[in-house]
């Protein structure tokens, strides 16, 4: 069993940034593949970054990156918009795939979410 806690989260302006963590529990992180995903009011859960790879929306923006060491997960957030809005989760599996990493159905475990909110 994988715990996932997601930490960072909050109010920011326009144009601001903000940084996310996801810690893990479990022996074997480095093993993990683990991606980001959002999900905001009235909008299916998105994918947002992981495996190296980014959606078209954050691109240039964003960067994900891990810290084996310390089982954290970061999603490093600039330029961010009002439109990213959401509450982003983390998501962790012990597959590995080339093209499924993208959908949430790839992932067997989730964090609870932490709010980001962006003001115009």
């Known amino acids: 069993q994988v715990q996932l806690v997601e930490s960072g989260g909050g109010f920011v302006q326009a144009g601001g940034s903000l940084r996310l963590s996801c810690a893990a529990s479990?022996?074997?992180?480095?093993?993990?593949?683990m991606g980001w995903f959002r999900q905001a009011p009235g909008k299916e859960r998105e994918f947002v970054a992981g495996?190296?790879d980014y959606a078209d929306s954050v691109k240039g923006r964003f960067t994900i990156s891990r810290d084996n060491a310390k089982n954290t997960l970061y999603l490093q957030m600039n330029s961010l918009k009002p439109e990213d809005t959401a509450v982003y989760v983390c998501?962790?599996?012990?597959?590995?795939?080339?093209?499924?990493?993208?959908?949430?159905?790839?992932?067997?475990?989730w964090g609870q979410g932490t709010q980001v909110t962006v003001s115009s």
């Open positions: 998501a962790a599996t012990m597959a590995y795939s080339a093209t499924a990493y993208r959908t949430a159905r790839f992932y067997d475990y």
């Open positions: 479990g022996r074997s992180f480095s093993t993990y593949t």
């Open positions: 495996s190296g």
